[in-house]
């Protein structure tokens, strides 16, 4: 159990606040309440928020279930010194202004009668402060100026915390799922998750994944200014190399121990996912904007792309496609959601403001929860075919998702400040 073990003492005022909720109604809007990593935990396992500020997480249970949904909220990569030490001020990068609790009306974490198949789960919320879509292990990362990227660290004090102080050592079955970062992290980290519930609480427990807007990158994409002057030089491998230098952390060992020496290309999930072993439901937009506009920079575009623009956003397409079917092939049980929208992951959730997306006469709620339950839909592409000639042809995206709940806005992530 760790040393979390010696520490329940510690921590029994935070849950006696949280066996609070054992008796309350579920309502429409789900509340979960703030648990910080008490000082000895935030040592032991090094888990903590970029300016070192304890790191913790929001919870709420339900005495009659042995389901849990874990889920890694969003808020982009923190790739340089000066975004990183800008993060230190903000609930990105520190814990000193985290609310006392935090809801969700609409993603995996929300109540039942609000659509979401996974609502009478008991639920955590894991805060997004360390900016390294939790792979980081390093309390004093040299390339950020000596900031915390401990982002797989605070999930390690997760688990063994969860064990110690609630009914988690009775799970018996895992929802494991996270936006834009938080769903890049849940790719990194399913099947070491999945072995350590399995090690330390339930060797029985079932535990599948559903990142939301986190497949970066599909292979072989090129920045727009590049790709519009004629150049057509891919991005996402020289990325990963970077991305690996700036942030090292956990990697899949199953892909490093395969890649050897080119082990860093691990952080592209195209190159990890074959490596995965855990059940996987991705759900994914055909055209991500957050990838589009962000990372590759094409300001030009939109739903209703021209010219060059157009003709990139094609080529993204047919790569991100492309990325999608090969994760099918490469896996067992495994499911792909996406819809041809035009949107990062604000639609890819389980309510949402207006009709959501519907693929195959399916929602990606309906989707989710039958392959969930009864494991239904396995090798399933739930991609959205468009005619001949037409880009982004779903009808409806839907939207009003939290795929980062709690955050601002509750969408897509922030921006990045400027360097």
């Known amino acids: 159990k760790g040393v979390v073990s010696l520490l329940v003492s510690a921590t029994m005022t935070v849950m006696g606040v949280a066996l609070l909720l054992l008796v309350i109604p579920v309502s429409a809007k789900e509340m979960l309440l703030k648990v910080m990593f008490p000082p000895e935990v935030t040592v032991a396992y090094s888990a903590m928020c970029l300016d070192r500020t304890p790191a913790g997480y929001y919870l709420s249970t339900r005495p009659e279930s042995t389901g849990w949904v874990i889920y890694l909220q969003g808020g982009g990569l923190c790739f340089a ?41 008991n639920k955590v919320w894991v805060p ?16 950020l100026g000596g900031l915390a990227t401990t982002g797989h660290n605070v999930l ?41 519930i399995k090690a330390r609480a339930n060797p029985a427990a079932i535990v599948k994944a559903s990142p939301q807007g986190g497949f970066f990158l599909p292979r072989g994409l090129m920045l727009y200014p590049e790709y519009a002057a004629g150049i057509r030089i891919p991005l996402d491998i020289a990325a990963t190399y970077y991305i690996h230098w700036l942030e090292g952390g956990y ?21 990890l996912q074959p490596y995965l072993r855990t059940s996987l439901f991705v759900a994914q937009n055909q055209f991500d904007s957050e990838q589009i506009e962000g990372q590759l920079e094409c300001s030009l575009c939109s739903y209703h792309p021209n010219g060059t623009a157009r003709a990139f956003m094609a080529d993204y ?15 067992e ?39 969930f339950f009864n494991g239904s839909g396995a090798g399933e592409a739930y991609i959205q075919d468009c005619p001949p000639g037409d880009l982004i042809c779903t009808p409806v995206c839907g939207s009003g998702c939290e795929c980062a709940p709690g955050s601002p806005g509750g969408t897509a992530d922030p921006p990045t400040p400027p360097n």
Not at 81 to 102: E, F, Y
Not at 128 to 143: K, L, R, V
Not at 170 to 195: Q, R
């Open 128 to 143: 997004y402060g360390s900016g390294d879509c939790f792979t980081g292990t390093s309390t004093s990362n040299a390339h």
């Open 156 to 196: 390690n004090a997760l688990i063994d915390h969860l064990i110690n102080t609630t009914e988690f050592h009775k799970v018996t079955h895992v929802l494991f799922s996270g936006g834009s970062a938080g769903g890049i992290g849940v790719f990194h980290n399913v099947d070491w998750l999945s072995d350590t």
């Open 333 to 371: 049980d495994r499911v792909v959601w996406a819809p041809a929208c035009f949107k990062h992951c604000e639609n890819l959730c389980m309510a949402h403001t207006e009709s959501p997306a519907i693929i195959g006469g399916k929602s990606y709620a309906a989707s989710l929860g039958a392959w």
């Open 81 to 121: 010194k000066a975004d990183c030490m800008n993060r230190t001020g903000t609930v990105l990068g520190s814990s000193t202004q985290w609310p006392p609790n935090m809801t969700d009306s609409s993603n995996v974490l929300s109540a039942t009668d609000d659509g979401n198949p996974f609502g009478s789960f």
């Open 317 to 331: 397409k047919s790569r991100a496609v492309a990325s999608l079917q090969r994760f099918l092939a490469d896996g």
């Open 251 to 271: 990697m899949n060992e199953a892909c490093a121990n395969a890649l050897g020496p080119k082990k860093a290309q691990c952080w592209d999930v195209d190159v």
